[in-house]
């Protein structure tokens, strides 16, 4: 990763890999255009229990999100699992504990990108996907979606929505990512990428 160039942060949370697999090719969109690098972060677990702790580094998968992750990135990609038509509790509480970037205007000003994946095809990806977006307009982001020159919108049979990247991962969250899902987020990649080199280069 070369230090000068643009830094797109990839966050999000994924509890059993499905998530994490559209991060991973959100990134390799990412990193298509030149001169631009992802940074892949995840968040902990919330825990039931008070006193439960997660380990300063996790088991597996990328690091943990740190404060330094939101200053230097010049772009922000937000995943999460649909819990109930909304966003994991795990990215809603780090969410919620960034009123210190909000003040700072850490991000205003910044392109940003959400996407899901559901066990059901209709298991409220777009609701997830609006859910994600309220805190980074309050944050004073500017939201991306997906245009409709994308044509696997009109012929997708799994995910992927126009809010979007999306994938339907089953109930049991072994479904493969499709090939539609899968043009879809490196494109969702390569456009944050590339709007992010242009506001960049124009500052």
């Given amino acids: 990763m070369n230090q000068t160039n643009p830094i797109i942060l990839v966050l999000y949370y994924s509890r059993h890999g499905a998530t994490r697999k559209l991060a991973e090719l959100i ?28 380990p300063a580094i996790p088991a597996a998968g990328a690091p943990y999100v740190e404060a330094q992750d939101l200053a230097e990135c010049a772009g922000l990609a937000l995943g999460s699992p649909t819990r109930f038509g909304n966003m994991a509790s795990s990215l809603k509480y780090f969410l919620d504990g960034t009123a210190a970037e909000w003040l700072a205007g850490t991000l205003s000003g910044k392109p940003a990108v959400v ?32 245009p409709y020159s994308n044509p696997e919108l009109m012929t997708t049979t799994s995910g992927g929505t126009p809010y979007g990247p999306t994938h339907w991962a089953g109930v049991d ?22 709007t992010a080199a242009r506001l960049q280069g124009a500052t």
């Fill in 27 to 54: 990134a390799q969109g990412i990193e298509s255009v030149p001169g631009v690098d992802a940074r892949l972060r995840t968040v902990p677990a919330v825990s039931t229990v008070a006193e439960a702790t997660e």
């Fill in 115 to 146: 996407f899901t994946s559901t066990g059901s095809l209709h298991g409220g990806q777009e609701a997830t996907l609006l859910s994600m977006m309220i805190p980074l307009l309050h944050h004073g982001m500017m939201i991306m979606g997906l």
């Fill in 173 to 194: 969250g072994n479904k493969p990512v499709s090939d539609d899902e899968k043009r879809l987020a490196i494109a969702m990649g390569r456009r944050l990428a590339e």
